[in-house]
């Protein structure tokens, strides 16, 4: 089973020098709050593959269950092209422990090293897969069924792969799971889309999921200490173990669909003008594990973009380990590590580049975790309607400085929906995009507006009817706010479990006229939420409350900002952010149509 297997699995792994960066939701690179243009640690939660240079520093975000949120990604090497055969995997994962931690120091491989023995539970070290999951990986047999090339995998175990033969650690990552898709043992990542130029294949990518199917993995028994190191039931039984099953994840199979265009060689948009990008409606999840919206539950929760591409150097769905270079048995490998090839002439060869470690290769960038938060406590207020995340990408810098990652948008920054949809407005920032030295071999610095290192957004409505223009409307000429039906305040408490939701529409307004709770709205949103009223009487964070005035370019006010989920009137709304717009050398408007 696991060698036919592995001659179809290793059409999903990767070639060469070909990184992925996830845009929206932001990802991280392995970065956390770096004051610098290079990463720290690229060995701190999971093996990317992609240079230092990448991701943004940690904000904070919250959405809710069943939003429709616009994933956005950029691939180096091209996929859904000719050049090669390409995937990418989208998938997800949540439990209580997951986290960014407070370090960019890996999370230690002995217990004794970490607060009460107990890493999964040492909240200074950044975690996504959790101790057990990396120990049974750890013990367990790498499968020898896989075509390895002519590379020299240095041990037995499936933390030894072709892509990392050395056996490196990075988080709490399994290499072999991270290699290949789908994986044959159980895995915490829940499947949500595969994006393919091979739909022929679709069938089998999503039948093999553990969304829909389960997976087993030996355990050990008094009889059997060390049982965990077998592969297949039939070992794991002869020897005295215990095959355990690991049940489907109880969602629907991923969605298989057509891999979008993007040329090789390149980090930046595809086919007109739009950056590579899948929506996914976020889901709802319940403690018992099902998807019953009135059992949902908070949870934290990270995403995962895995990008696979291989070549037509050889027949990737056919080649297994009978295939792997074996100069005894007279076996020659199908690649080899930088050939010297004949083209004719005498006694005169050229190499190739080769590295056979990369002709068949994955790439990966997760986000920052987030909390994904219920709608059972505003049921009547969300109904069934569409609710639709309007965010902001990007990181502090000009266009150099900030590649591989892109400067400020907002996302989607052309939004078309209907009255009865509503629109979740949020955006995150860090305090520490310094993009300083050392820079590796791109340029340092941190161009933009206010304190340096600092990002920061609003929301502000521009004068007129030209998205073409550049300043924003007064109270008196806003109509987004003054058309708002209807608003549901997004903060969320820290304590996971609060009840605490503060609604504030026209008719639950604290005994507001409709204006005035228009006009707080405008507030909060263009000051990100360092004002929640104009005058209310006893609020603290009102203009007449505040000790000290928000400064201009917004320097005193939050870094993220979980924002609003509104209902708007029908018509066309442009809007900006009026500290980082900055015609001719970064622009950051929107537009809305409400019909």
Not at 176 to 185: A, G, K, V
Not at 290 to 296: I, N, P, Q, T, V
Not at 510 to 517: F, I, K, M, P
């Given at each position: 089973m696991i060698q036919r297997l592995s001659a179809v699995l290793l059409a999903l792994t990767v070639t060469v020098n070909a990184d992925m960066y996830l845009h929206n939701m932001r990802g991280s690179n392995n970065r956390l709050d770096e004051a610098r243009r290079d990463r720290n640690n690229a060995n701190r939660l999971f093996d990317s593959q992609n240079n230092n240079r990448g991701g943004s520093n940690v904000g904070s975000l919250y959405y809710y269950v069943g939003e429709s949120l616009p994933l956005e990604w950029t691939n180096q090497h091209g996929c859904g092209n000719d050049d090669n055969h390409c995937e990418i995997v989208v998938q997800y994962m949540c439990h209580d422990n997951v986290r960014d931690g407070v370090t960019t120091r890996?999370?230690?491989?002995?217990?004794?090293?970490?607060?009460?023995?107990?890493?999964?539970?040492d909240i200074r070290y950044g975690m996504h897969e959790d101790y057990d999951y990396y120990t049974n990986c750890r013990y367990r047999f790498r499968n020898r069924g896989l075509f390895t090339a002519d590379r020299n995998v240095n041990g037995n175990t499936a933390i030894y792969t072709r892509q990392n033969n050395n056996g490196a650690r990075r988080g709490y990552e399994c290499p072999e799971e991270?290699?290949?898709?789908?994986?044959?043992?159980?895995?915490?990542?829940?499947?949500?889309?595969?994006?393919?130029?091979?739909?022929?294949?679709?069938?089998f990518f999503q039948t093999e999921s553990q969304n829909v199917k389960p997976k087993g993995a030996c355990r050990n028994t008094a009889t059997c200490a060390n049982c965990i190191r077998y592969n297949?039931?039939?070992?794991?039984?002869?020897?005295?173990?215990?095959?355990?099953?690991?049940?489907?994840?109880?969602?629907?199979?991923?969605?298989?669909?057509?891999?979008?265009?993007?040329?090789?060689?390149?980090?930046?948009?595809?086919?007109?003008?739009?950056?590579?990008?899948?929506?996914?409606?976020?889901?709802?999840?319940?403690?018992?594990?099902?998807?019953?919206?009135?059992?949902?539950?908070?949870?934290?929760?990270v995403l995962r973009l895995r990008y696979n591409i291989s070549t037509d150097d050889y027949d990737a769905w056919r080649v297994n380990n009978t295939f792997n270079n074996n100069?005894?048995?007279?076996?020659?490998?199908?690649?080899?590590?930088?050939?010297?090839?004949?083209?004719?002439?005498?006694?005169?060869?050229?190499?190739?580049?080769?590295?056979?470690?990369?002709?068949?290769?994955?790439?990966?960038?997760?986000?920052?975790?987030?909390?994904?938060?219920?709608r059972?406590?505003?049921?009547?207020?969300?109904?069934?309607?569409?609710?639709?995340?309007?965010?902001?990408r990007g990181k502090r810098g000009n266009i150099v400085q900030t590649f591989p990652s892109v400067e400020y948008d907002f996302i989607p920054n052309h939004l078309h929906i209907k009255e009865d949809d509503l629109v979740h407005i949020q955006w995150?920032?860090?305090?520490?995009?310094?993009?300083?030295?050392?820079?590796?071999?791109?340029?340092?610095?941190?161009?933009?507006?206010?304190?340096?290192?600092?990002?920061?957004?609003?929301?502000?409505?521009?004068?007129?009817?030209?998205?073409?223009?550049?300043?924003?409307?007064?109270?008196?000429q806003n109509t987004i706010f003054r058309n708002m039906i209807s608003a549901?305040?997004?903060?969320?408490?820290?304590?996971?479990?609060?009840?605490?939701?503060?609604?504030?529409?026209?008719?639950?307004?604290l005994g507001l006229?409709?204006?005035?709770?228009?006009?707080?709205?405008?507030?909060?949103?263009?000051?990100?939420?360092?004002?929640?009223?104009?005058?209310?009487?006893?609020?603290?964070t009102s203009v007449t409350g505040r000790n000290t005035e928000l400064q201009e370019l917004l320097n005193n006010a939050p870094a993220s900002y979980v924002g609003g989920v509104f209902r708007f009137k029908r018509g066309t709304y442009d809007y900006m952010c009026t500290r980082n717009h900055n015609f001719s050398n970064r622009d950051q408007k929107g537009h809305l149509i409400v019909e």
């Amino acid at each position: 089973m696991i060698q036919r297997l592995s001659a179809v699995l290793l059409a999903l792994t990767v070639t060469v020098n070909a990184d992925m960066y996830l845009h929206n939701m932001r990802g991280s690179n392995n970065r956390l709050d770096e004051a610098r243009r290079d990463r720290n640690n690229a060995n701190r939660l999971f093996d990317s593959q992609n240079n230092n240079r990448g991701g943004s520093n940690v904000g904070s975000l919250y959405y809710y269950v069943g939003e429709s949120l616009p994933l956005e990604w950029t691939n180096q090497h091209g996929c859904g092209n000719d050049d090669n055969h390409c995937e990418i995997v989208v998938q997800y994962m949540c439990h209580d422990n997951v986290r960014d931690g407070v370090t960019t120091r890996t999370i230690p491989q002995q217990p004794t090293n970490c607060l009460n023995n107990d890493c999964n539970t040492d909240i200074r070290y950044g975690m996504h897969e959790d101790y057990d999951y990396y120990t049974n990986c750890r013990y367990r047999f790498r499968n020898r069924g896989l075509f390895t090339a002519d590379r020299n995998v240095n041990g037995n175990t499936a933390i030894y792969t072709r892509q990392n033969n050395n056996g490196a650690r990075r988080g709490y990552e399994c290499p072999e799971e991270r290699d290949y898709w789908p994986y044959w043992h159980p895995s915490p990542w829940v499947d949500i889309a595969i994006l393919t130029d091979r739909l022929d294949l679709c069938p089998f990518f999503q039948t093999e999921s553990q969304n829909v199917k389960p997976k087993g993995a030996c355990r050990n028994t008094a009889t059997c200490a060390n049982c965990i190191r077998y592969n297949t039931q039939a070992q794991c039984l002869a020897q005295g173990g215990r095959w355990a099953v690991d049940g489907p994840h109880g969602v629907a199979p991923p969605q298989c669909i057509q891999a979008p265009w993007s040329r090789v060689n390149h980090l930046g948009n595809g086919r007109f003008g739009q950056a590579s990008s899948y929506n996914w409606t976020l889901p709802f999840l319940a403690t018992d594990g099902s998807l019953d919206e009135d059992k949902s539950t908070p949870h934290r929760c990270v995403l995962r973009l895995r990008y696979n591409i291989s070549t037509d150097d050889y027949d990737a769905w056919r080649v297994n380990n009978t295939f792997n270079n074996n100069d005894g048995a007279g076996i020659v490998s199908p690649v080899r590590q930088n050939p010297n090839v004949d083209i004719g002439a005498k006694n005169t060869a050229l190499r190739l580049a080769i590295n056979t470690a990369q002709f068949g290769r994955t790439f990966q960038d997760r986000s920052h975790v987030f909390r994904l938060v219920p709608r059972t406590k505003q049921k009547e207020y969300f109904g069934k309607r569409t609710v639709y995340n309007l965010n902001v990408r990007g990181k502090r810098g000009n266009i150099v400085q900030t590649f591989p990652s892109v400067e400020y948008d907002f996302i989607p920054n052309h939004l078309h929906i209907k009255e009865d949809d509503l629109v979740h407005i949020q955006w995150a920032g860090s305090n520490t995009h310094n993009n300083g030295n050392p820079a590796g071999d791109g340029q340092a610095g941190d161009a933009g507006e206010g304190r340096g290192g600092t990002d920061r957004h609003n929301f502000v409505q521009m004068v007129g009817d030209s998205f073409g223009a550049s300043f924003p409307a007064t109270w008196e000429q806003n109509t987004i706010f003054r058309n708002m039906i209807s608003a549901l305040d997004a903060t969320v408490p820290a304590t996971a479990g609060s009840d605490h939701f503060p609604l504030s529409t026209r008719d639950q307004a604290l005994g507001l006229d409709d204006e005035a709770v228009a006009r707080n709205w405008a507030l909060r949103m263009a000051s990100a939420g360092y004002y929640t009223s104009y005058d209310n009487t006893g609020d603290a964070t009102s203009v007449t409350g505040r000790n000290t005035e928000l400064q201009e370019l917004l320097n005193n006010a939050p870094a993220s900002y979980v924002g609003g989920v509104f209902r708007f009137k029908r018509g066309t709304y442009d809007y900006m952010c009026t500290r980082n717009h900055n015609f001719s050398n970064r622009d950051q408007k929107g537009h809305l149509i409400v019909e």
